[in-house]
Structure formats: C-alpha cells, structure tokens
C-alpha cells in the first residue's frame, strides 16, 4: 500500500469511523469505535514502521482516556472535550518548544525545508497559537451548538481549518526557505 494512503488511513480513518458510527448509532457507541479504532491505528503504525510514532500514541491514548470516561460516567462531555485537550497540549508543546529553544514544527517538516532557526521558532509560535485557537474553538461549539454540529465540525471543519491553515503559511516558508540546510 501506498506510504501516504496508509498513513492518511490511520489518521483520519478512526475519525471517519466515528462519524460513521455517529450517523448510524449514537455518540456512545461513536465513542467506542473511536477508541477501537485510535488503538488499532497505533498499534498498525508501529507494525508497519516499526517505530513508535508519538502522535498516533499520543491521540490513542487521550481517545480512550476521554473516551472510556465518557462510556464509564455516561457523560459526552468528555469526548466532547478530547479535542480541546489534544489541541490545547499540542499548541502548549509548541509554544513551550519555542520557549525552551527547540521548535518541534522544525522536527516534523525540517527535512523537507530547510530555514533558519528564527524561522522555525516563529513558524512553530504560529502552529502553536493556531491549535490553542482551535481548543478554543471546539469549546465553543461543543457548548453552543447541537451534537450533530459539533460532531460534524469535529470531523470536517476542524480538517478544513487545519489545512487552510497550512495552506496559509506556505508563502512564509517559501520566503524564508533557505538553499542550504538549516541551521
């Protein structure tokens, strides 16, 4: 299979099962595929690369932590707040990286671009505060609007978002792309 359909398949293929089991079922039992699904998708991951990939463990594990408290307690809101938390640690992480000098955004797409470390600094300080923005986001929408809204800009809108968004800095990492390695 193909690197990137496979590696597409088990990011966005636990949430497109949660979507699915939503329309068809309910939010408990969308729950409960989510969590199913984030672990297999991991566990895939590492029998595939064999390697630890920390986001699909990472996203698994606040999955079945969120997620087994909201089947336990019979409370959605947990799910429903999942995404603040993964958003809000992920915008933290990226933030903190800056601040203790190591731009995590320059781990994830520094071999494909190479720019110097300001760029990189500035550039992780622009996801990070996009994901805090997004954790905002998705608390007021849980809170504001229907659970079928929310599960449906759960599972496209915060997608869309995201990609526009990257979209959004290409011209930043063009212009201060550099010829040579980075720094």
Not at 4 to 19: A, H, M, W
Request: aromatic residues 16%; proline residues 4%; hydrophobic residues 60%.
């Amino acid at each position: 299979m193909n690197p990137q359909l496979r590696r597409s398949l088990t990011d966005f293929g636990p949430l497109l099962l949660f979507f699915i089991a939503y329309r068809l079922f309910d939010l408990y039992v969308a729950t409960a595929v989510i969590m199913a699904a984030a672990v297999t998708a991991a566990i895939l991951g590492f029998v595939i690369d064999r390697k630890l990939n920390p986001m699909p463990i990472f996203t698994a594990v606040v999955v079945v932590i969120f997620g087994g408290l909201t089947l336990y307690l019979n409370d959605k809101t947990f799910i429903k707040m999942k995404p603040t938390m993964i958003y809000a640690l992920f915008g933290a992480i990226l933030i903190g990286g800056v601040w203790f000098k190591r731009p995590f955004v320059k781990t994830i797409l520094g071999t494909a671009f190479a720019m110097a470390d300001k760029a990189w600094a500035v550039l992780s300080l622009r996801f990070g505060g996009f994901f805090l923005a997004m954790a905002v986001l998705n608390e007021l929408i849980w809170r504001n609007f229907s659970e079928s809204f929310w599960v449906n800009f759960h599972t496209f809108g915060a997608i869309a978002l995201t990609i526009l968004f990257c979209f959004s800095q290409a011209p930043f990492l063009l212009r201060h792309q550099m010829d040579t390695p980075a720094e």
